[in-house]
């Protein structure tokens, strides 16, 4: 029976250990796949914030006409209407029926 030499052990062992790191490296949970999909998440996150910040500052410009010292009559107006459900006797209303 041949013997096994300690070097050709020693080899393979490495071999192994290597082939784990490699595997992990690319497969694991931080390794090149999933950064590849980490990125892909985060640019669809950057887009979802863009779209967030624009609708925030559409937002501050109007609380902005609201406050005292800058209200703006027409977005006054504009408001109580729409909360009241009240309409000017000159305004055009037309009515939609339902479906």
């Given at each position: 029976?041949?013997?096994i030499?300690?070097?050709?052990?020693?080899?393979?062992?490495?071999?192994l250990?290597?082939?784990?790191?490699?595997?992990?490296?690319?497969?694991?949970?931080?390794?090149?796949?999933?950064?590849?999909?980490?990125?892909?998440?985060?640019?669809?996150?950057?887009?979802?914030?863009?779209?967030?910040?624009?609708?925030?500052?559409?937002?501050?410009h109007?609380?902005?006409?609201?406050?005292?010292?800058?209200?703006?009559?027409?977005?006054?107006?504009?408001?109580?209407?729409?909360?009241?459900?009240?309409?000017?006797?000159?305004?055009?209303?037309?009515?939609?029926?339902?479906?």
């Amino acid at each position: 029976m041949p013997r096994i030499s300690p070097q050709f052990c020693l080899t393979i062992a490495c071999m192994l250990l290597l082939g784990y790191f490699v595997y992990h490296g690319v497969y694991g949970k931080h390794g090149l796949n999933a950064s590849r999909e980490i990125d892909l998440e985060a640019s669809v996150l950057r887009a979802q914030l863009a779209k967030l910040e624009a609708r925030k500052t559409a937002l501050d410009h109007r609380i902005s006409l609201m406050l005292p010292e800058s209200l703006d009559p027409d977005m006054l107006d504009e408001s109580a209407r729409s909360s009241l459900g009240f309409a000017h006797p000159n305004d055009l209303i037309i009515l939609k029926t339902r479906q």
